[in-house]
């Protein structure tokens, strides 16, 4: 009966040590699959952070580049203004030097007529 009892004390106790064994093999599987989740997790993080940052670039770059395209328009919108300017104050000089010039030929014409 005692070799009865210390065989079933020892089959229990090595069913404790095996169970307890599984319990703490799991817990360290838990601790690992946790630590894997967390470094998942952090690299996911990581890729959205650096998602949204290339997002924040591209859109500042386009920003950017309308506003570098709004100033060429505007440049080019001056630069039509002058240029018609210019051309309207060389149309004008050249209708005063037309004007002189008649206004010249027509005083010799009667000085001519004049002195003749």
């Known amino acids: 009966m005692k070799a009865l009892v210390g065989g079933v004390l020892i089959l229990a106790m090595?069913?404790?040590g095996t169970a307890f064994a599984y319990v703490v093999d799991d817990s360290d599987w838990c601790w690992r699959m946790r630590a894997v989740a967390?470094?998942?997790?952090?690299?996911a993080r990581e890729r959205t952070r650096e998602a949204r940052e290339m997002a924040r670039e591209q859109i500042t770059a386009a920003k950017r580049e309308a506003a570098r395209a709004r100033y060429e328009v505007r440049r080019e919108a001056s630069q039509a203004r002058m240029d018609f300017a210019r051309e309207q104050r060389d149309i004008l000089r050249e209708q005063m030097r037309t004007r002189r010039e008649i206004l010249r030929d027509v005083?010799?014409?009667l000085r001519r007529d004049w002195v003749h």
């Open 107 to 109: 005083q010799r014409e």
């Open 38 to 43: 967390r470094e998942r997790a952090l690299e």
């Open 14 to 16: 090595l069913a404790a």
